[in-house]
């Protein structure tokens, strides 16, 4: 089984974790984590780390999300990692949007591991990202 969990500035990851629940339904297998003004980014990733361990202590894999390439969720995320003794199991990507969490979630039943689901995120994130005005041609 595969976990996701989204880290994002604000209440961003909150929001996405809703309008997954809005379409999908279930959601029970994504936990998420925003950083907001003030918060300690130490105390984010002591969090992250937990996540990470409670999903890989139960044999699960984990798909990390963040927002922003170099912010302090990415950051967090891959510092977390890097201390890791087994990351096998545990994949990131940066840039999340509600078309790759969907396509994470409907990867999940047809049992392929972190990395697959991880490239098929990927690809539904850049296949998401349209001119809706040329897509219409408008």
Same mark, same amino acid.
């Given at each position: 089984?595969? &976990?996701?969990?989204?880290?994002?500035?604000?209440?961003?990851?909150?929001?996405?974790?809703?309008s997954?629940?809005l379409?999908?339904?279930?959601?029970?297998?994504?936990?998420?984590?925003?950083?907001?003004?003030?918060? &300690?980014?130490?105390?984010?990733?002591?969090?992250?780390?937990?996540e990470?361990?409670?999903? +890989?202590?139960?044999?699960?894999?984990?798909?990390?999300?963040?927002?922003?390439?170099?912010?302090?969720?990415s950051n #967090?995320?891959?510092?977390?990692?890097?201390?890791?003794?087994? #990351?096998?199991? *545990?994949?990131? +990507?940066?840039? *999340?949007?509600?078309?790759?969490?969907?396509?994470?979630?409907?990867s999940?039943?047809? #049992?392929? &591991?972190? #990395?697959?689901?991880?490239?098929?995120?990927?690809?539904?994130g850049?296949?998401? +990202?349209k001119?809706?005005?040329?897509?219409f041609?408008?």
């Open positions: 089984m595969i &976990d996701f969990l989204i880290v994002t500035h604000g209440s961003l990851a909150a929001g996405l974790l809703d997954t629940k379409i999908v339904g279930d959601a029970s297998n994504i936990s998420v984590l925003g950083f907001d003004h003030g918060d &300690d980014p130490e105390e984010l990733g002591q969090t992250i780390k937990e990470i361990e409670f999903s +890989i202590s139960n044999g699960r894999q984990l798909l990390v999300f963040t927002d922003l390439f170099g912010g302090t969720p #967090r995320v891959v510092l977390t990692i890097k201390q890791l003794a087994k #990351r096998e199991n *545990v994949e990131a +990507i940066v840039g *999340v949007n509600l078309s790759m969490l969907l396509e994470g979630l409907m999940v039943p047809q #049992r392929e &591991d972190v #990395r697959t689901i991880k490239g098929k995120c990927l690809q539904a850049l296949e998401g +990202i001119d809706l005005k040329e897509a041609e408008l």
